[in-house]
């Protein structure tokens, strides 16, 4: 049994071998390459000129490989085909092949947009004020501020401007007078000096005092007379008066318009910039 079983292993490798070399092939139909038929390869003519042609309706639409080999005719059907002249027009389907592999027309550029132009930034306000005014003057320019500005970005400074008054002797006639006069003073020890610098008016005279304040200078008045001084007198000088200032702190450039146009009904006066 074990003789036979040997003799059936050595028929089993004879026959995979003869298999494997295709000598079963033509007699049993068993080929070691399957479905796979090789012999046919080495059969073809020109094989490196096959083109695989897409079907008829994608024909247009895809367009041939660039590299693509132009078909090679086998020698014998050639010769019985005529070769093109040069200048025969080229087929439609080729035609149609290279319009549609025709790079696309560049959109056309659009226009550029204009850059806005920014809005310049407007002036800053500036501190603006005209004065000072009398009160007669101040009447006139109030009425034209409020007319022109209402009750709006305009303040008032009010200052009271103090006076000055004078202690005084005069005017003299003569010289001749007037020495006499001085040498009396002299004599009772009481100051004095030549007035000067004064309106014509007052000239010539004796000045025993300036004054900032009306009371004090009636003070020495009194005194003087106390002391059989005659003709003593208090004189102003410069009288004291109230002055008005306007100020409006922020004015824009359409306020700036404005006022510049109150010139004529401000007396001479104009606005100009804070001074402090």
Request: with cysteine; hydrophobic share 40%.
């Amino acid at each position: 049994m074990l003789r036979a079983l040997v003799v059936i292993l050595v028929l089993a490798n004879l026959a995979f071998y003869g298999w494997t070399q295709g000598w079963l092939t033509g007699v049993l139909g068993l080929s070691p390459d399957g479905d796979r038929e090789p012999q046919r390869l080495s059969a073809q003519i020109d094989a490196a000129a096959l083109r695989i042609v897409p079907p008829r309706g994608m024909a247009a639409s895809t367009p041939a490989p660039a590299s693509a080999v132009p078909p090679v005719v086998a020698p014998s059907a050639a010769s019985q085909i005529p070769a093109p002249e040069a200048s025969e027009p080229p087929a439609p389907a080729s035609a149609a092949g290279d319009m549609a592999t025709a790079p696309p027309l560049p959109a056309a550029a659009s226009a550029p947009t204009p850059t806005p132009t920014p809005t310049p930034a407007p002036p800053p306000p500036v501190c603006l004020e005209a004065g000072p005014f009398t009160p007669a003057e101040w009447r006139t320019a109030e009425r034209a501020l409020r007319n022109t500005l209402g009750e709006g970005p305009w303040q008032l400074i009010t200052r009271e401007k103090p006076g000055n008054w004078m202690v005084y002797v005069g005017p003299y006639k003569s010289r001749v007078i007037m020495d006499k006069r001085a040498e009396q003073l002299r004599k009772m020890e009481i100051a004095f000096e030549e007035a000067q610098d004064l309106p014509e008016e007052y000239l010539p005279g004796f000045l025993f005092g300036r004054y900032g304040v009306e009371a004090d200078a009636r003070a020495l008045q009194t005194r003087l007379t106390g002391q059989k001084v005659k003709y003593v007198r208090v004189v102003p000088l410069v009288k004291p008066t109230t002055l008005h200032t306007v100020r409006i702190q922020k004015a824009d450039a359409d306020i700036q318009e404005r006022v510049a146009a109150l010139k004529p009904r401000l007396s001479g006066h104009l606005f100009e910039t804070c001074k402090r």
